[in-house]
């Protein structure tokens, strides 16, 4: 396995627990099984680019930032007034947290800080 796969797990995990959500949260917004949640993490499984792509929008991190030996998300402070997080939340989340990655891209294209 490629040495920066090898991060992508254990990075992906770190986000999901950072963020507060359980691999029943991350396995609704994919439309996948836990059970498949759980060995992405563990590095037994490997991960589609699409569910990849979800999941950097919805930690709002860039998809490359999954290969890096640490990571850490660039919290944005929500709250949600529910007893549970649905799958129509977390669409939200990953919506607001593509903005915030666009912005933050095209400041980065335009020469700001």
């Known amino acids: 396995m490629d040495s920066a796969k090898i991060y992508m797990g254990d990075n992906i995990k770190t986000l999901r627990e950072q963020s507060g959500f359980t691999q029943n949260n991350i396995a609704k ?24 792509e979800k999941l950097s929008a919805l930690f709002g ?24 997080i649905t799958e129509e939340d977390l669409e939200a989340i990953s919506a607001i947290n593509r903005i915030a990655l666009n912005l933050n891209f095209m400041t980065k294209l335009l020469g700001g800080n």
């Open 29 to 52: 917004y994919l439309k996948v099984d836990q059970s498949l949640i759980s060995k992405i993490e563990k590095n037994e499984r490997l991960i589609t680019s699409d569910m990849l």
């Open 61 to 84: 991190v860039t998809v490359e930032s999954f290969y890096e030996k640490s990571i850490t998300a660039n919290r944005i402070s929500f709250a949600l007034r529910a007893n549970e």
